[in-house]
């Protein structure tokens, strides 16, 4: 999928933004990351994409979700490398957090975990 962003971006936004290609990629399962004063949790969340991911502060009690989980939904499962029964056990890691965490995805609002809890039982 990373070889074929160019392509992809330029299909579904209408012109090439000419991303730039990672050095390195390499994915951290159950594993911290240190960015300065933050700590990162790493939870993996394939569906949407397979190799999609969450990123959890603790600290300040904020995820960010990427195109896993919006305010009143969560990314497409239609797409040819995507998969719902993934999402789902995705799904099912994030509402262990903190009812209170804060949801900043990729898309639209914010919201807080409590609230999405009610679409997804």
């Known amino acids: 999928m990373i070889d074929r962003l160019n392509e992809t971006a330029k299909h579904f936004l209408g012109y090439d933004p000419h991303f730039i290609k990672p050095n390195i990629i390499k994915y951290l399962t159950n594993e911290m990351l240190h960015v300065t004063c933050f ?12 190799g999609s991911g969450c990123f959890y502060i ?6 960010f979700t990427g195109d896993t989980l919006f305010r009143e939904g969560v990314g497409r499962t ?11 056990k995705s799904l099912k890691k994030i509402f262990k957090l ?14 807080i975990l409590e609230d999405e809890k009610i679409y997804f039982n």
């Open 39 to 50: 700590v990162l949790s790493i939870i993996q969340a394939p569906g949407h994409t397979p």
């Open 58 to 63: 603790e600290k300040k009690n904020a995820l």
């Open 78 to 88: 239609d797409l040819f490398y995507s998969s719902k029964e993934d999402l789902t």
């Open 98 to 111: 903190p009812r209170e965490t804060i949801i900043y995805s990729g898309h639209g609002e914010d919201t």
